[in-house]
Every structure is written in C-alpha cells, then in structure tokens.
C-alpha cells in the first residue's frame, strides 16, 4: 500500500523512471507486449517516461528499439545522460582519474580483471579491460555482446582514466566479499560502490563510480529537462542500483523482485518481474 494519497496529484504529469534489467525486462530478459503497451499507454497520456539502467547504450539499444521509445535515458547508473533519438550524450560524470587508477589497482592486486567503461563518444571505444588476469566467464561473455568495442591492456591502473565513468569486475560471491571489503577499508567515501547479484550466473558485479553519482541525481536531470517537478518522479526498479532513486523518490517503487534493502526504503512494492508487475503498475497509475 501506498504511505499516503497520491489520488489528488495524479492529475499532474510525471517522470517515470523505469529500470531495466529485473524491472522492465522479464526474467527471460525480454519486454511483454502487456508492458510494452502500459508503457505507450502512459506516454499517450501526457507523462514522461525514462529508462534508468547500469547498461550503456550500445548494451541497451536493442531494448529501446523493442519497446519503440526514444527520449533522453540515464545510462551507467546515472553517469550519463543520453539522448536515444539522436544518440548524443547530453550529461556526463566521469570518474576522477586518479581514483579510476587506484581503484583499477586494488582489483588487479587480487587477481581480477579490472572493467573501465568508457564514453564511447569521447573516448572512442567503451571499455579498457585489464590483460593476463583472470576474467569471470559470465563478464567474458557480456563483453562479447554484439557493437561493443574494447581493448586490453597489460595494467589499467597505468591507463589514462580522462573518459572513464565506472570501474568493475565481475566475480564470485566469496572473491566479490574480499573485494568489496578492500574497497570499503581503503576508498571510504571517495568512491560509490555496490554490487549487483546475479543469482543465475553465481556471481555479483562490482560496480564503483565518482561518489556524486547513482540514477537519482540522472532522473532529476530528466525531469528539469521535462519541466517536471522533481516531487513528480516516479522511481520504479529492484537492484543496488536502483537504492538512490527509489529511497529519494516522494514515489519510489520496489518490484516484488527487489532486494531486500530496496523493499526497505520503497513507498510500494509491487508484483514481480515475472508477473508484469510494472505493467499492473502503471495500470494502476492510469485508471486510479
């Protein structure tokens, strides 16, 4: 239930920030016809819809082109700001170099390979990924997606890090814990960190960024873009990544799927990923 009426408000127009993976995407990782309607549904009644994602845009593209919708999206967890129709990136928080370097070094001295994902229109290519240490099958994958273009190189904590917008590795639980404690020990506040449970692969990705960034302060650039009133934001998703807006939302919304920690801080949870739970929302929304 609701903590509070919004029956009132709703003749407002909203921004409705909607995650991807676990939120929009079905556990299979594909749209249903029945969301894909929801979401064309709320667009046609007047209010502003924003995909809110870890994923790039080469890694979200497809997803775009599946639902037909083309807006200004918050990408990398909030790092940029891209513009779909024209493929442009309109905001972006790059990680400080230096950071980026040592954070790529505190992975490397375990043995991983460390991830730096670039911005393709500055930097050319989207991610520098460490040579000669051990990279986790379920990253090796992904990073054989199709458009995607990246280097190896011998030592990233030696690399220019000027393009670089988040820093991550892919591993299991027990070496992610070891990672995650090394990097909360030693970076502090300098760097926002959380991990992103992958439960059918085994493995957790480590994800760290400038610690001014995560999709809320992305979805508040969006509404001022909009013209909509940031207590008009409707933050709907179910992972690490998702925390910042959902708890900072007036409407912040946990899939039934969420984590834990992300059902604690939502106004709502809804249905799951896997019973169109987004799509039964944003019903909702429109007939109340």
């Known amino acids: 239930m609701w903590k509070g009426s919004v029956v009132a408000e709703q003749r407002e127009k909203y921004l409705f920030g909607i995650d991807l993976d676990g939120t929009l995407l079905n556990p299979a990782g594909a749209v249903s016809d029945r969301t894909k309607a929801a979401i064309h549904a709320v667009l046609k009644a007047g209010h502003k819809v924003a995909f809110a994602t870890g994923r790039n845009y080469i890694e979200a593209r497809e997803i775009f082109e599946i639902v ?42 375990l043995g991983h390979a460390a991830v730096a994902l670039q911005d393709r229109q500055h930097a050319g290519l989207d991610y520098l990924v460490s040579e000669g240490r051990n990279v986790h099958e379920s990253l090796s994958s992904w990073l054989t997606l199709s458009g995607l273009i990246l280097e190896r190189r011998a030592k990233l904590a030696d690399e220019d890090h000027t393009h670089t917008l988040r820093v991550s590795t892919v591993l299991d639980y027990a070496p992610a814990a070891e990672l ?38 992305g979805l508040k650039r969006v509404a001022d873009h909009h013209g909509v009133s940031h207590e008009r934001i409707v933050a709907i998703g179910d992972d690490m990544n998702d925390l910042a807006m959902i708890e900072q939302s007036k409407f ?28 039964e929302f944003l019903e909702e929304w429109l007939n109340t």
């Open 180 to 217: 995650m404690a090394v990097v909360e020990k030693d970076f502090g506040r300098r760097a926002y960190v959380h991990g992103i449970v992958v439960a059918s692969d085994g493995v957790e990705i480590i994800e760290m960024f400038d610690p001014l960034v995560n999709k809320w302060l």
């Open 252 to 279: 912040g919304i946990a899939m039934g799927n969420a984590r834990t920690d992300v059902k604690n801080v939502a106004k709502r949870t809804i249905g799951s990923n896997a019973d169109d739970g987004l799509a």
């Open 68 to 109: 037909g919708h083309h807006d200004l999206a918050v990408l990398v967890s909030g790092a940029i700001v891209v513009d779909t129709r024209v493929r442009q990136t309109v905001h972006r928080s790059t990680m400080d170099p230096t950071l980026a370097g040592e954070l790529c070094a505190a992975i490397e001295s």
